[in-house]
């Protein structure tokens, strides 16, 4: 209750009479002890002695007070007197009482930073005002922090996609209902990395440029752009229009046929079907194109451990399909046998397949004469890739295809590939032997009488993914 200014200024007549009584007793008996010890001085036989014994005891007791404050002046960090701890109880509750935020103390020590999890999140929204915050308020709550969003308009909805970084001992059940609660619908979330943390226009920028200088980064930047997906090349449809429908993306590709990709989940949006045209566009506008790519292989083989030659490599490309024929013609049935799994007169029929930029990347050696002795072939496969490799008999043993094998895995693994696999059979050591060289974990399964060996890749840090 707010006490009046008259009350507070005015004590009562009674308190006012106590006081002055006790001041004038105080008087008295300062004046009766001035009195004693004026007569103990001058009349008494040990008068100097007392004003001695007087002028000693004030010295050691300012003597003894400076010590004292001297000491808990300097007391250790951490150390605080039962007075100060007390002022500091009392601030805190004033700070507490009052309007005034207390500020956070400083932490004495660094600590190591939490770990989170990232997570990719798509949910559809009512497209109306309030609808975006509202997730946003969902999210904080849990709570989430919101690193990057993106949104995809509808007829009638929107469907909003989030990068998050949560907690690990988060559930995604538990993301999913909050999401739901605060109006969201047809929820979808997987397990994000690094590499989702890039922007959207930075990376679509950076995989136009690829794919402006390699005609075989298209079906790689689409990948890359919509996640896990399927991409199959059609070459014997076509179609009048791109489609969209739902999981099921086609467009026509500059090369004749139809790229399809093929996605369930989350099903494809308008705007990505906008920016997958814009990337198949711009690979028509500028036409089949093979970097210029040509290195020097150093053979070191059983064959040559005594002369160290070297050839040439360099990426292959539609116009080596002549040359690519020839090298068949002087391989035997059984290498051509091991390499295609099929009849042997049907392998010049694959080489248009082989030799398009737009289905992987494909390597060719060349001799001294500029023949065609061995080709290396990395074909797109959803989220792995294939490892093809052809040496012409002649050249074999001079270690053309644990090199080769070893170029492909590296190209693989910098496009961002998880996994490369090889289908041989078991008679080919060559191959397995090649493979287990590579010092990475291998599976191997038997299908239909042809063995399967798959590579598992470690990631390259996102810094070099970008470049």
């Not at 008996?29 to 008068?47: E, F, I, Q, S, T």
């Not at 709550?141 to 690990?168: C, G, K, W, Y």
């Not at 068949?328 to 080489?351: K, N």
Request: hydrophobic letters at 45%; glycine letters at 6%; proline letters at 6%.
């Amino acid at each position: 209750m707010k006490r009046s200014h008259s009350s507070q200024s005015h004590p009562s007549t009674r308190h006012r009479w106590r006081r002055d009584t006790v001041e004038l007793s105080a008087v008295f008996a300062a004046v009766a002890v001035a009195d004693l010890v004026a007569n103990v001085v001058v009349h008494g036989h040990d008068g100097p002695v007392l004003l001695l014994v007087s002028a000693l005891a004030l010295v050691a007791t300012a003597v003894w007070h400076s010590w004292w404050t001297h000491r808990h002046t300097h007391a250790p960090p951490g150390t605080i007197t039962s007075a100060s701890h007390a002022a500091s109880h009392a601030a805190s509750d004033v700070s507490g009482a009052g309007d005034v935020e207390a500020r956070p103390a400083a932490p004495t020590a660094a600590t190591p930073p939490e770990e989170v999890a990232l997570w990719r999140v798509r949910v559809t929204v009512a497209d109306a005002p309030g609808s975006l915050a509202a997730l946003c308020r969902g999210l904080a709550d849990i709570p989430v922090n919101i690193v990057s969003m993106q949104a995809h308009p509808l007829a009638e909805e929107t469907v909003d996609e989030f990068v998050v970084r949560a907690s690990p001992a988060l559930p995604p059940q538990e993301l999913s209902r909050a999401l739901v609660a605060a109006g969201g619908t047809e929820v979808w979330l997987e397990r994000a990395d690094a590499h989702d943390l890039v922007d959207i226009p930075t990376r679509v920028l950076t995989m136009a440029t690829r794919t402006a200088h390699d005609a075989a980064e298209l079906p790689l930047a689409l990948r890359q752009l919509f996640g896990r997906c399927r991409i199959r090349s059609l070459p014997a449809e076509r179609i009048d229009e791109d489609e969209l429908n739902g999981a099921v993306m086609r467009l026509r590709d500059p090369a004749g046929g139809v790229i399809e990709l093929t996605r369930v989940q989350p099903p494809f949006t308008p705007t990505e079907f906008a920016r997958a045209r814009a990337l198949v566009e711009l690979d028509a506008q500028l036409g089949p194109r093979v970097p210029e790519d040509r290195a020097t292989l150093r053979l070191s083989g059983e064959r040559t451990a005594h002369t160290m030659r070297e050839i040439a490599v360099r990426r292959a490309e539609p116009a080596d399909r002549v040359a690519a024929a020839a090298m068949h013609e002087r391989c035997s049935s059984r290498t051509l046998r091991q390499r295609y799994h099929g009849p042997v007169g049907d392998a010049d029929r694959y080489l248009g397949h082989l030799l398009d930029p737009r289905h992987g990347q494909t390597l060719a050696v060349e001799s001294e004469d500029g023949a065609i002795v061995a080709l290396a072939h990395l074909l797109w496969d959803e989220d792995a890739a294939e490892i093809a490799v052809l040496v012409e008999d002649a050249w074999q043993r001079h270690g053309i295809g644990g090199a080769l094998v070893q170029r492909l895995t590296e190209l693989a693994r910098s496009a961002g590939v998880a996994e490369v696999y090889a289908v041989t059979t078991a008679a080919n050591t060559g191959m397995i032997s090649t493979l287990r060289r590579l010092g990475v974990p291998l599976d191997y399964q038997v299908e239909e009488g042809t063995l399967v060996i798959t590579a598992h890749l470690s990631p390259v840090p996102v810094e070099a993914a970008a470049r």
